[in-house]
């Protein structure tokens, strides 16, 4: 069995900084490209940040030039760095994973989310 566990989120004001982290843990025999998504009520869950395994990136154009994605492929975790974070980035975070695990199956995992709140 697999799981993501997110922590990082919270409440922080325009213009400060979250970092986001998610750890990967259970019957893992190797993990593909990873990634944040975010969603707000009534809306589509929408890709913020992605990861590859061999570490090229991409992003939302709204988040390009604020967030950074990483990963320590020791630690199966994946990161998101926000800075000049905006109202408009409140929402729940959501990591996700494609893994394939220890059966050889390959499947998309998702974490249960953080909420992200930003306001002053």
């Known amino acids: 069995q697999v799981q993501l566990v997110e922590s990082g989120g919270g409440l922080v004001q325009p213009g400060g900084s979250l970092r986001l982290s998610c750890a990967a843990s259970g019957s893992i025999l190797s993990i593909n490209a990873m990634g944040w998504y975010r969603q707000t009520p009534g809306k589509q869950r929408e890709l913020v940040a992605g990861?590859?395994?061999?570490?090229?990136?991409n992003y939302a154009d709204s988040v390009k030039g604020r967030f950074t994605i990483s990963r320590d492929n020791a630690k199966n975790t994946v990161y998101l760095q926000m800075n000049s974070l905006k109202p408009e980035d409140t929402a729940v975070y959501y990591c996700?994973?494609?893994?394939?695990?220890?059966?050889?199956?390959?499947?998309?995992?998702w974490g249960r989310g953080t909420q992200v709140t930003v306001s002053s």
């Open positions: 990861i590859a395994s061999g570490g090229s990136t």
């Open positions: 996700n994973a494609n893994i394939r695990s220890w059966s050889f199956s390959l499947k998309d995992y």
